[in-house]
């Protein structure tokens, strides 16, 4: 039999030198593991520091920006309150508004408390025409709607109607067709027509609260009237309440007409020595007089 033999063969990748000392202490090769640094941990980088001067220009910077912000807040609240401003207009329509409602409705009330309510009759309508002329339609009315109110819990509702029907809505039917521009023709007309209508308003209204129908009363008054006009003539004849009806509707308008190109004449020269002349459609031979 051949004897088995051993061979001990080393690798060639760890060659092993025949002069290696003995084998290593446990604490020894702790030290030595111990002591090989670590190829899996990276040491932490350290990030540059911002300097003083990036500081100081970042912090000048937001600075600058917040003070921008707060004076362009500044300026943008000193144009609007500026002659010019948005908000100052505002304002200043509505204490204007304000206080010619104060005025009217306080001069129309102590006016029907002495009795002298027919000689201060005429100017009730201006304030709303010189608001509308000044400030536009929607000054006018609020005007109108202000004074009614304060007549309304100074003297009850029945004289707050009666300054809406026969002074409101004429100076407000005036002061916005004077705004358009409208011509006097025009307006004369269409304001004579309100003003009939507010008569006729005025009277339904004192009808119902007195509890007398006062257009029976007027329409028995022209009957009669006319009866003893034709009878004194020689004309023998009864006219038709249809005719009567007709001869009324023609008297309101014609005395409503009269009094509102009164007003006209009048308004129109008080405006026009306000300095409001360039803003006014006057006719030729009133702009020759004025």
């Known amino acids: ?14 060659p092993i030198s025949q002069t290696t000392p003995h084998l290593l202490s446990p604490f020894s090769q702790r030290l030595q593991l111990s002591s090989k640094p670590n190829l899996l941990t990276f040491p932490p980088i350290p990030l540059p520091k911002p300097t003083s001067k990036l500081l100081r ?16 807040g500044i300026s943008s609240g000193l144009d609007d309150l500026s002659p010019n401003g ?33 000689y ?63 011509n006097w023709t025009i307006s004369v007309l269409l304001c ?27 329409t028995i008054n022209i009957h009669a009237s006319l009866t003893f006009i034709f009878t004194a003539a020689g004309i023998y004849t009864v006219p038709s309440m249809e005719a009567i ?3 009324f509707s023609i008297l309101v308008f014609i005395n409503s007409g009269s009094f509102t190109f009164l007003l006209h004449l009048l308004y129109a020269a008080f405006l026009s020595r306000l300095g409001m002349k360039a803003s006014l459609r006057l006719p030729r031979w009133l702009e020759k007089a004025i």
Not at 60 to 67: A, D, E, I, R, V
Not at 206 to 217: G, H, V
């Open 245 to 247: 009806y007709a001869l």
């Open 86 to 118: 948005v908000v100052y207009r505002k304002t200043l329509a509505l204490v204007e508004c304000s206080m010619f409602a104060a005025l009217t409705g306080l001069v129309y009330f102590l006016s029907n408390s002495l009795g002298i309510e027919n």
């Open 192 to 218: 004579a027509i309100v003003r009939a209508l507010g008569s006729v308003g005025y009277v339904l209204i004192t009808s119902f609260l007195i509890r007398e129908n006062i257009f029976a009363l007027i």
């Open 120 to 182: 201060f009759g005429c100017f009730f309508s201006l304030p709303i025409v010189i608001t509308s002329m000044r400030w536009g339609v929607a000054a006018g009315r609020k005007t109108m709607v202000a004074t009614t109110m304060l007549l309304l819990v100074l003297s009850g509702p029945l004289k707050a109607l009666t300054y809406l029907l026969k002074h409101g809505l004429v100076g407000f039917t005036m002061g916005s067709l004077w705004r358009s521009g409208a």
């Open 57 to 72: 220009a970042s912090q000048s910077q937001s600075l600058f920006f917040g003070n921008e912000e707060d004076t362009t």
């Open 1 to 14: 039999m051949i004897p088995l033999q051993i061979h001990h063969l080393t690798p060639p990748y760890l």
